[in-house]
């Protein structure tokens, strides 16, 4: 199937390897990795900056082996959850940033073009978490607002 607005076809990135066991060098149980999620996670760590920590800092290659769960699904459990989900945010940023960028250059066509990408983007992910009840039916994305999500 095609992309949505470059009409090129192509698969995504890389993936991660499939790997069923966890691996011999790790030596930390899952309760210690849940109790490392939560602490990174009431310092206000996103879930992948937090598997991001967990590979790097602590060799854990990856949590939802040794926990059987997800990070997000940990951090719920705990009643650690985000308002807002994480992919939309990160959308949410990239918007505030173009607009910044266009307020400088005005006549940045394709800048332009990107915003109007990124807002689609937005109020179509927007409208699934609704739907799926991530979100609260009254929530709505307002552009001018935008920046005091980002914070």
Not at 76 to 105: M, T, Y
Not at 121 to 148: H, N, Q
Request: aromatic share 8%; proline share 4%.
């Amino acid at each position: 199937m095609a992309r949505m607005y470059s009409r090129r076809r192509g698969k995504a990135g890389s993936k991660k390897p499939i790997k069923k066991a966890i691996p011999l060098w790790v030596r930390y149980k899952p309760k210690e990795v849940e109790m490392l999620i939560v602490k990174l996670a009431k310092e206000g760590n996103t879930s992948s900056k937090i598997g991001a920590i967990l590979r790097d800092t602590y060799g854990i290659p990856d949590a939802r082996l040794l926990c059987k769960k997800k990070i997000y699904k940990i951090m719920e459990e705990k009643g650690i959850k985000q308002e807002i989900p994480e992919d939309l945010i990160a959308l949410i940023k990239r918007a505030v940033s173009i607009r910044k960028h266009l307020e400088e250059n005005k006549k940045d066509e394709v800048a332009h073009r990107g915003l109007t990408l990124t807002e689609s983007k937005i109020k179509r992910l927007v409208k699934y978490y609704k739907k799926s009840g991530k979100l609260a039916s009254e929530w709505k994305y307002e552009p001018e607002r935008a920046e005091f999500f980002v914070e």
